[in-house]
């Protein structure tokens, strides 16, 4: 996990504070007696030292100038002094401010106080360090004008009927992070016996919250945000205030358009409903970690602390811990979330054949609800030993190894969305905080993701089958959408501009089209749309994930019509097949790999060349009812049967050999399509049945000759 990250991070930063201490500021000594060198060998328990005012478990306050902190500290030995300081976020370095505390008494550090002067309204985190007689150090923190939700945006929100979008610090999941917490427990104990009852070193299952962001991790997906809805209110909040039902107005609607999740593995019974309800009630959950709502915890805002209750393979009552569930709301995240968290080694061999972002292995989720519509299935594959024993008497450990296969266990790895309710639900699937600051996934997340999660849509109804187009346009409206199949394109109406608003300088309209509603595809991923504005012809942007095809295009103040025109037009009523997993099972289990060569050419002359005309796509139509009929079974035994998965490879490559030639020539109209299908199919069929036919015939005729020649020769010798 992040453990061994923090703690890493930590030490650096005490090292850089001890050095400044030294050089700046002399420790105040108290009047406390010193003790002998025997007990400070001994004593290695760390002095405590705790912020009262300002509570760090309350909202992080907004303040420019002298600002009291006041605190509590203890330690058996004695204390030598307590000294605070300040410094910017993020660190760069430098404190300032360094001064020493001043006890409620002159030998008395039960309570302590430092005024420090908070110079501007940057977000400062106050930092105090307390050491006992010792030596012994130990420390507290809180953060001032941290970028947390401001109440009085929240209500001028609300008067200006502008939409709120939230990222949620994972704060209670920071909690558990903690050091000497969750996780030192979790390792010490982690060879505990199912029936076992633990009641030694419980308090570690006791985390203290700190509602100070580290914005670092999900800031770059925090300003994409900002830049694609800059007419809303996009704050950052805190699991508290999930908990305390604060993203609800008083009469139970959502005071949020979408929260943006991060790594929220644990998660109070409070919070978890709230989330539901938040969904339910029809908003937009953005789910950007995995390992997710994996374990319960209660909250206790006295303390601020979180206490696991139930999940992480623990349950704790608060005074005995035993073995228990893995991940605590299964059925639950199955239901209204979508998918379950992967549990694994991040050290365990994973690819991602479908690998967009460059991602490697961290922690996942797999989806376990049918209903979600999969947007990028990274096809995933375990690492999975296999023992040869019985086929291979020589295997000896040691002395030789057993097989390593890939397969995906069952398991699909996808960012989806899930509608729930009259909201949804869009899981990313991957470890988003490893993705963050990736051009490639930044790019999805603007145009795939976030249309989804903030714009608009249209529902465009077809051959009996509904379509939805997620646009956003910087100022005016899409009035209405039309699809042409005759010309295979897409008619947008728009206005740009209201009545009585500005103009803007610069506009354009992003728009996500479904990929079995109108396409253009090449050999690569991008596509080859025609795209004109009023007649004009434009260039735009485009990306893509594996079922729409989202692009930019360029407006003038004044332009009224859009025509997207493409090559290939799909509706409900011609089913191309490819839905089936990408189609070609046969060669992809000849082949091994969906990314083979030879698979890769089929499936882009399917896409590419048969598709294109209509005679192509009633062909795959008809060819795709038998095909799925019988493939499934022959890639299954090929799999199964080395010596007949090569069999069907040396049967299959003629076939390719006689498709690749379609590459090469250009297909423009329904005739040349039937004319040049015709001729690969009367190829093959001379290929797999006349030459053999006639060379079996060949071969027949000459052992009729040469037995007629043998039973001569034995009728002349007699």
């Not at 909690?175 to 996780?183: I, Q, R």
């Not at 979790?186 to 919250?209: F, H, I, R």
């Not at 605590?328 to 690819?351: H, L, P, Q």
């Not at 409206?477 to 039309?482: A, G, L």
Request: charged share 25%.
């Amino acid at each position: 996990m992040r453990l061994l990250t923090i703690q890493n991070n930590r030490l650096k930063f005490i090292l850089l504070v001890t050095l400044f201490s030294i050089l700046i500021n002399p420790i105040v000594i108290s009047s406390n007696p010193i003790v002998n060198a025997q007990n400070s060998e001994l004593d290695t328990t760390p002095p405590l030292v705790k912020i009262t005012n300002p509570s760090p478990c309350l909202r992080p306050i907004h303040h420019v100038g002298e600002l009291v902190f006041e605190g509590t500290a203890s330690d058996e030995s004695g204390i030598r002094g307590i000294r605070g300081f300040i410094h910017t976020l993020p660190f760069n370095n430098e404190f300032q401010e360094l001064k020493s505390a001043t006890p409620i008494n002159p030998d008395d550090w039960s309570k302590w106080s430092i005024e420090i002067t908070i110079p501007d309204e940057q977000e400062y985190r106050f930092l105090v360090e307390i050491t006992d007689s010792i030596g012994n150090e130990n420390w507290a923190e809180v953060r001032i004008n941290s970028p947390f939700t401001n109440i009085e945006d929240d209500n001028l929100a609300i008067e200006q009927n502008k939409t709120r979008i939230a990222f949620v610090d994972p704060t209670f999941t920071n909690g558990a992070y903690n050091e000497d917490s969750f996780y030192f427990f979790y390792t010490k104990y982690k060879e505990t016996s199912p029936m076992q009852e633990v009641t030694t070193d419980v308090n570690l299952l006791t985390g203290e919250v700190s509602f100070n962001p580290d914005t670092k991790f999900f800031m770059p997906l925090f300003e994409i945000v900002q830049e694609f809805s800059p007419d809303s209110y996009v704050s950052i909040i805190g699991d508290d205030e999930i908990h305390n039902g604060q993203i609800f107005q008083k009469n139970g609607t959502n005071s949020y358009q979408a929260l943006f999740l991060l790594h929220d593995e644990y998660v109070t019974p409070e919070s978890y409903d709230n989330l539901q309800k938040f969904v339910k009630n029809g908003g937009v959950l953005v789910l950007l970690d995995s390992n997710i709502f994996y374990a319960e915890v209660l909250f206790n805002e006295k303390d601020c602390t979180v206490t696991l209750v139930k999940g992480h393979d623990w349950e704790f009552d608060g005074q005995i811990a035993k073995m228990s569930v893995s991940e605590r709301y299964a059925e639950e995240n199955t239901m209204w979330m979508g998918s379950n968290f992967i549990i694994n080694d991040i050290k365990d061999k994973v690819i991602f054949e479908n690998n967009p972002f460059n991602y490697t292995h961290f922690e996942e989720n797999h989806l376990t609800n049918t209903n979600a519509e999969v947007l990028i299935d990274y096809k995933a594959k375990f690492a999975q030993e296999i023992d040869n024993k019985e086929k291979n008497p020589l295997l000896v450990e040691g002395l030789f190894k057993n097989e390593i296969t890939y397969t995906d266990q069952g398991m699909t790895v996808a960012t989806y969305e899930l509608q729930s309710g009259q909201g949804k639900v869009i899981m990313i699937g991957l470890y988003g905080q490893k993705l963050a600051n990736n051009p490639e996934f930044q790019t999805v997340f603007e145009k795939i993701i976030l249309p989804r999660a903030l714009s608009q849509n249209y529902k465009l109804i077809d051959n009996g089958k509904e379509f939805e187009i997620f646009w956003k346009m910087q100022k005016g409206n899409v009035t209405n959408i039309e699809l042409e199949k005759e010309t295979k394109s897409l008619v947008i109406e728009i206005d740009t501009n209201d009545k009585g608003e500005p103009i803007l300088d610069k506009n354009s309209l992003l728009i996500t089209i479904p990929k079995n509603l109108i396409d253009a595809p090449t050999s690569t991923n991008l596509v080859d749309f025609k795209v004109y504005v009023d007649e004009n012809q434009v260039k735009y942007f485009q990306t893509a994930d594996d079922i729409e095809r989202s692009i930019e295009i360029p407006l003038k103040n004044d332009s009224r019509k859009i025509i997207i025109s493409g090559t290939v037009v799909l509706n409900a009523a011609v089913d191309t097949g490819q839905d089936n997993e990408g189609g070609c099972l046969i060669a992809t289990a000849t082949f091994d790999s969906e990314l083979a060569p030879q698979v890769q050419q089929l499936r882009e002359l399917r896409d590419n060349t048969i598709l294109s005309t209509q005679s192509g796509v009633a062909f795959m139509s008809g060819f795709n009812q038998l095909y799925y009929s019988i493939s499934p079974p022959i890639a299954d035994f090929e799999r199964e049967n080395p010596i007949f998965k090569e069999t069907v490879k040396l049967a299959i490559t003629p076939m390719l050999t006689s498709l690749s030639i379609l590459n090469y020539v250009d297909i423009d109209s329904e005739q040349e399509m039937l004319g040049y299908g015709i001729g690969i199919i009367l190829m093959n069929v001379g290929m797999y049945f006349i030459a053999p036919g006639l060379i079996i015939s060949r071969l027949t005729k000459s052992d009729h000759l040469i037995q007629s020649k043998k039973n001569n020769l034995e009728d002349s010798c007699l």
